[in-house]
């Protein structure tokens, strides 16, 4: 079920209280919420960032299904419990039974959905690749090989060049920094399994440290949104955030799959 253009649909915004189901996957873990308010004729989906793509796929279904209530002219409200009545557990996505709930505002339920869950970690960790031994001691070896040098990342000359046309700067990344850029995706740490454009960008933690789940994150970040914006890995290997990246990735195999953190 997809979109048509001119399709009726419910107003996206509302600023009153909303009544919002839960959608969860066959696992059981919510990817989104359907919401609705019914003063304002308004209902829509609620992502879950903290999830994976399926939310998104999913919402788009969702919100297909919403456009064909309001196509028959059902009140926001009720199209959502007619969308539970109907929901179907063994479906790739699912209304929880009993989850209908109340929120103060789409603000806050938008809030809600922003929560991350130890099954949020856990999916993402199980994107990385325990049994490539080579892999991990390759990502190990470049952590250790990175210099201050490395992490001071130059740039090439921009601007209006001699002959009259302009040219974009771009970095330079050292040899030894692309190896440790590299050696990323290869232990699963660059993964579509989080929504990063959806997120927001990763911080360096206060102590240095990061906690797996949260480096296959910032990993994915950091290496997706070069891809974007020129000068985000090296912004990430200027103030810290690869080295606390790879730093944890390391030692979560070191004690999770025996890895050979450490070893030349």
């Not at 990175?146 to 090439?156: F, G, H, P, S």
């Amino acid at each position: 079920m997809t979109y048509a253009p001119d399709a009726p649909r419910y107003r996206a915004e509302t600023d009153r209280p909303v009544h919002h189901l839960t959608v969860a996957d066959s696992r059981g873990e919510a990817m989104g919420y359907l919401w609705a308010n019914d003063e304002d004729d308004a209902a829509g989906w609620c992502l879950r960032p903290a999830g994976d793509r399926a939310g998104f796929d999913e919402g788009l279904e969702w919100s297909a299904r919403l456009s064909t209530a309001k196509a028959r002219g059902l009140a926001p409200t009720a199209a959502l419990a007619e969308l539970a009545r109907g929901s179907d557990p063994r479906c790739v996505s699912h209304v929880v039974p009993g989850s209908l709930a109340a929120a103060p505002s789409l603000a806050a339920l938008t809030e809600l959905a922003r929560v991350v869950t130890e099954a949020d970690d856990r999916r993402l960790l199980a994107q990385l690749d325990r049994r490539n031994a080579d892999a991990w001691r390759e990502l190990s070896q470049a952590l250790a090989a990175l210099t201050d040098e490395d992490r001071d990342v130059r740039w090439t000359e921009g601007g209006k060049q001699p002959d009259g046309t302009w040219r974009m700067r771009y970095p330079i990344h050292g040899e030894r920094l692309e190896r440790l850029v590299r050696a990323l995706p290869a232990v699963g740490a660059v993964t579509p399994a989080y929504l990063w454009r959806d997120n927001p960008p990763p911080a360096v933690p206060a102590d240095g440290r990061m906690g797996p789940a949260d480096a296959v994150r910032a990993a994915t970040a950091v290496v997706r949104g070069e891809r974007f914006c020129d000068g985000t890995i090296a912004e990430a290997a200027r103030n810290g955030l690869l080295d606390a990246v790879a730093e944890s990735l390391c030692v979560w195999y070191e004690a999770e799959a025996g890895g050979p953190h450490g070893v030349p």
